[in-house]
């Protein structure tokens, strides 16, 4: 890595809003390993996403419609990513580390909405609530991923 001294990152395949993007900047340049350069780097790092998956970890039991019958609602799920990083060196094209997939997960908490819940019409995974709490853990997702990728490349030399 002595002979390299900038890095590029081209937008990250499947990252739609950049958030991903701009958290591996942000880690690059706060690390200090490479100098961020947006062209004309001597490394290109490379990065796709796939499609995030999300499954439910936590549930509790709740009361439908002030009556006594209870039925388990989720209430904490853990969302999970799957980067393939690859190192490239510019000049070259020469693939220097990867491609490997980095995992990265985060749990998040919510609180589910039994105001239109009854014995015939509840189903887990379709809450409202859910969906924006899933929404609002998507950010320390990305940066808890993009930390990984940077710390890959600072110990992989």
Request: with cysteine; proline share 4%; hydrophobic share 40%.
């Amino acid at each position: 890595m002595e002979r390299y001294c900038s890095i590029c990152v081209p937008f990250v395949e499947g990252d739609n809003n950049g958030q991903l993007t701009n958290a591996l900047i942000s880690q690059i340049s706060s690390q200090g390993i490479l100098a961020y350069r947006s062209c004309g780097a001597d490394l290109l790092l490379k990065v796709c996403i796939f499609e995030p998956s999300d499954e439910n970890i936590g549930f509790n039991y709740a009361s439908i419609n002030d009556e006594d019958a209870k039925v388990v609602v989720a209430n904490e799920a853990r969302l999970s990513i799957v980067a393939r990083v690859s190192l490239i060196e510019r000049s070259s094209q020469k693939c220097l580390l990867g491609p490997i997939e980095i995992l990265s997960s985060i749990a998040y908490d919510f609180e589910p909405d039994l105001s239109n819940v009854t014995n015939h019409n509840f189903a887990i995974g379709q809450l409202e609530m859910n969906s924006l709490a899933k929404d609002a853990a998507f950010p320390p997702l990305y940066n808890l991923l993009a930390q990984k990728i940077v710390d890959y490349l600072a110990h992989s030399w």
